[in-house]
């Protein structure tokens, strides 16, 4: 067993303690005189600060004061066509109509299918026919029915035939009534047979090429309006409250081109997948140059709103789970202050909840508590 190692040890373990334990007993073997202890401050002297080195934490303070965040929001959209509709049929029959060319303009009313009507000329003088029939034997109960009233006051019938020529009146009268319905539903038949473009537009699919059989639901064109265009996009929830109907907007096309126009339509319901809302902005577009389901960037006009800009490492969450700050006090103390966090910037978050004027922590924050009293350095002062 080596016992040179040992002796060494414990005499290094005895010179540690007599320097750290008895360190004015060391001193004073060796001749050197202990250091005297400084004179008590005179009565009435103002009593020494505690130095600030001797807090045991040291934190990186910034001021921030509240300000004006921008007043526009941007957004991710595409355009879209203000209106579009499959233009679909109402009977069956067939196409005997030219179709029209993709891309075609066509004004409100114009025709895009017409039908072959078949016999459904013939059903209508057919339904005219019996119209005539029971208008004539209207008119021949009303004649009966006033002769039997005369002749029953004048006591020459009995007054159980006025009741029946009253009962044949309006059995003639239903029957004028069933013809009218039968030559109305007659002429709907044939008004089915042109299908018309309900808005003026743009024909975007294949009409119905002439010689087909047309079924009941069966498209005939699909129809589409660009003028006014729409420029859709999805705010997210810490931005919809800041957006209004009727708020100017504006777009960035991919080609460049950039466009104008106006919030008409805020969503009240989130999409279930994303959690975000649609915003509908209105553009012109009378040329028509501006596609359908082209990507645009957005930008649209905000209400205005203050908040703090906070370096985004600043940001923690307390035992609870809540997002907020860590400040210090005017005695150096620290707090918790929950945030809310309106959008992000290059140089880190917009944030309210704070005061108007704030020293928040922005080193340090994750090594502290609340109510304690820490070094604070300045940023800027580092």
């Known amino acids: 067993m080596r016992v040179v190692p040992l002796i060494t040890a414990t005499l290094v373990l005895v010179f540690l303690y007599l320097f750290v334990m008895e360190r004015d007993t060391l001193l004073s073997w060796v001749g050197v005189e202990?250091?005297?202890?400084?004179?008590?401050?005179?009565?009435?002297?103002?009593?020494a600060a505690p130095v600030a080195e001797d807090l045991p934490f040291a934190v990186v303070v910034e001021h921030l004061v509240e300000r004006d965040l921008e007043?526009?929001?941007?957004?991710?959209?595409?355009?879209?066509?203000?209106?579009?509709?499959?233009?679909?049929?109402?009977t069956t029959g067939l196409v005997i109509s030219s179709p029209l060319a993709r891309g075609s303009m066509v004004a409100e009313g114009d025709v895009l299918c017409e039908l072959d009507p078949g016999t459904r000329a013939a059903s209508m003088a057919e339904?005219?026919?019996?119209?005539?029939?029971?208008?004539?034997?209207?008119?021949?109960?009303?004649?009966?029915?006033?002769?039997?009233?005369?002749?029953?006051?004048?006591?020459?019938?009995?007054?159980?035939?006025?009741?029946?020529?009253?009962?044949?009146?309006?059995?003639?009268?239903?029957?004028?009534?069933a013809a009218h319905a039968g030559v109305e539903a007659a002429q709907a038949e044939l008004d089915r047979l042109t299908i018309a473009a309900p808005f003026a537009g743009l024909v975007e699919a294949d009409p119905a090429e002439t010689g087909s059989l047309m079924q009941a639901g069966g498209l005939?064109?699909?129809?589409?309006?660009?003028?006014?265009?729409?420029?859709?996009?999805?705010?997210?929830?810490?931005?919809?409250?800041?957006?209004?109907?009727?708020?100017?907007?504006?777009?960035?096309?991919?080609s460049g081109e950039q466009v104008v126009g106006q919030v008409t339509f805020l969503a009240r319901a989130a999409d279930p997948a994303?959690?975000?809302?649609?915003?509908?902005?209105?553009?012109?577009?009378?040329?028509?140059?501006?596609?359908?389901?082209?990507?645009?960037?957005?930008?649209?006009?905000a209400t205005a709103t203050r908040g703090h800009l906070v370096p985004g490492s600043a940001l923690t969450i307390n035992d609870d789970g809540v997002l907020g700050l860590r400040?210090?006090?005017?005695?150096?103390?620290?707090?918790?202050q929950p945030v809310r966090v309106l959008r992000d910037a290059p140089q880190g978050f917009w944030v309210d909840g704070?005061?108007?004027?704030?020293?928040?922590?922005?080193?340090?924050?994750?090594?502290?508590?609340?109510?304690?009293?820490?070094?604070?350095?300045?940023?800027?002062?580092?």
């Open 34 to 47: 202990p250091a005297p202890v400084e004179a008590a401050a005179p009565a009435g002297a103002a009593m």
């Open 71 to 90: 007043s526009a929001i941007v957004l991710r959209g595409r355009t879209a066509a203000s209106r579009s509709v499959e233009v679909r049929a109402q």
């Open 127 to 177: 339904a005219r026919a019996r119209l005539a029939g029971a208008e004539a034997g209207l008119a021949e109960a009303e004649l009966n029915r006033a002769t039997a009233t005369r002749l029953a006051e004048g006591g020459f019938r009995a007054q159980n035939t006025t009741a029946s020529a009253e009962a044949a009146l309006e059995g003639a009268r239903a029957s004028v009534e």
């Open 220 to 254: 005939c064109a699909t129809v589409i309006q660009l003028d006014p265009l729409l420029i859709v996009g999805y705010a997210a929830e810490a931005q919809i409250d800041r957006l209004a109907v009727g708020a100017m907007a504006g777009a960035q096309l991919p």
């Open 274 to 301: 994303t959690r975000t809302f649609r915003v509908e902005v209105t553009v012109p577009n009378p040329d028509f140059a501006i596609r359908d389901g082209l990507s645009a960037d957005m930008l649209v006009a």
């Open 327 to 336: 400040l210090v006090d005017a005695d150096s103390r620290t707090f918790f």
């Open 354 to 382: 704070l005061p108007a004027e704030a020293d928040v922590i922005v080193v340090g924050q994750e090594y502290v508590t609340d109510g304690i009293e820490v070094r604070v350095t300045r940023r800027g002062e580092e």
